[in-house]
């Protein structure tokens, strides 16, 4: 509990839904008629944004219908993605209240909130029954989670037989001290990167199978370099992650790109079943 207190104080804003809006005004756009699309460059809060969520999507194998949970929903921006491009209905969790709160409002705002919704609770005792949904997925959020057996058996529990788990987290790749902040975690005390091994190891344990496995650092590395370039050409727009993080978001993506480019972390993709 007081590990997920921590989680939830460092992604507390306090007026994000405030911020945002006022941020989509800046950058032009109707606030009476946003689409999903308008959001992606402030509600991806993952490494790659919304092109990461599109190539997870294409690894996930969705379709029209399917009973999805988004853990660690954070602003539902992939939930929204799903549910108005592949046509899921899509349900989140989150820790934190202004994330659920601002899930909801967003979804409603682009049309969505017959199809998208979020919901205060942990991944370590979800709120679902047994068998509850036909897939579920977690985008950079097992960082933040020491006890990942608990969550996948969670996991498992709520998920229909043959059911999806599709997973995309920053996970160790080599020993060393990582630096902080990051996007994830204002120190240590909150921070649990693990490698892929201990992710397959505690999921097969769980009742998973691990289908797919895709290592994403060139991807993130790619990305970077498109940043630098961009904030090389003038900064960042007025819509971004930078309103997310906070007014210390050049330094938890500056210690992200360092890690990564050491060869400490990656972002890596992983698409599981549950076994028969």
Same mark, same amino acid.
């Given at each position: 509990?007081?590990?997920?207190?921590?989680?939830?104080?460092?992604?507390?804003?306090?007026?994000?839904?405030?911020?945002?809006?006022?941020?989509?005004?800046?950058?032009?756009?109707?606030?009476?008629?946003?689409?999903?699309?308008?959001?992606?460059?402030?509600?991806?809060?993952?490494?790659?944004?919304?092109?990461?969520?599109?190539?997870?999507?294409?690894?996930?194998?969705?379709?029209?219908?399917?009973?999805?949970?988004?853990?660690? @929903?954070?602003?539902?921006?992939?939930?929204?993605?799903?549910?108005?491009?592949?046509?899921?209905?899509?349900?989140?969790?989150?820790?934190?209240?202004?994330?659920?709160?601002?899930?909801?409002?967003?979804?409603?705002?682009?049309?969505?909130?017959?199809?998208?919704? @979020?919901?205060?609770?942990?991944?370590?005792?979800?709120?679902?029954?047994?068998?509850?949904?036909?897939?579920? *997925?977690?985008?950079?959020?097992?960082?933040?989670?020491?006890?990942?057996?608990?969550?996948?058996?969670?996991?498992?529990?709520?998920?229909?037989?043959?059911?999806?788990?599709?997973? *995309?987290?920053?996970?160790?790749?080599?020993?060393?001290?990582?630096?902080?902040?990051?996007?994830?975690?204002?120190?240590?005390?909150?921070?649990?990167?693990?490698?892929?091994?201990?992710?397959?190891?505690?999921?097969?344990?769980?009742?998973?199978?691990?289908?797919?496995?895709?290592?994403?650092?060139?991807?993130?590395?790619?990305?970077?370099?498109?940043?630098?370039?961009?904030?090389?050409?003038?900064?960042?727009?007025?819509?971004?992650?930078?309103?997310?993080?906070?007014?210390?978001?050049?330094?938890?993506?500056?210690?992200?790109?360092?890690?990564?480019?050491?060869?400490?972390?990656?972002?890596?993709?992983?698409? @599981?079943?549950?076994?028969?």
């Amino acid at each position: 509990m007081e590990i997920e207190q921590a989680v939830a104080r460092h992604y507390a804003h306090g007026s994000l839904e405030e911020a945002i809006l006022d941020a989509l005004a800046a950058a032009g756009k109707d606030l009476q008629h946003l689409t999903p699309k308008d959001l992606a460059p402030v509600d991806e809060f993952h490494t790659g944004g919304r092109l990461a969520t599109v190539a997870f999507a294409q690894e996930f194998g969705l379709r029209p219908g399917m009973r999805l949970l988004d853990i660690g @929903c954070g602003l539902g921006g992939a939930a929204r993605y799903f549910a108005h491009e592949h046509g899921c209905q899509v349900t989140g969790i989150d820790l934190s209240p202004e994330y659920v709160n601002v899930t909801n409002v967003l979804a409603r705002r682009v049309g969505l909130d017959d199809r998208v919704s @979020c919901e205060l609770g942990s991944a370590l005792a979800l709120p679902f029954e047994p068998e509850s949904f036909d897939a579920a *997925y977690m985008l950079h959020v097992g960082m933040n989670i020491e006890d990942k057996a608990m969550l996948f058996a969670e996991v498992r529990r709520v998920l229909a037989p043959s059911g999806l788990f599709g997973i *995309y987290d920053v996970m160790r790749i080599a020993d060393g001290e990582l630096s902080y902040p990051v996007p994830w975690a204002s120190g240590p005390e909150s921070s649990f990167v693990a490698d892929a091994a201990t992710y397959r190891r505690l999921l097969v344990a769980q009742g998973f199978e691990v289908l797919k496995e895709r290592n994403r650092r060139d991807f993130a590395l790619e990305l970077f370099q498109q940043m630098r370039a961009q904030a090389a050409a003038g900064g960042p727009g007025p819509l971004g992650l930078h309103i997310v993080m906070g007014a210390n978001a050049g330094q938890k993506v500056k210690n992200l790109r360092g890690d990564i480019t050491a060869g400490l972390i990656a972002p890596i993709e992983m698409i @599981c079943r549950v076994a028969a």
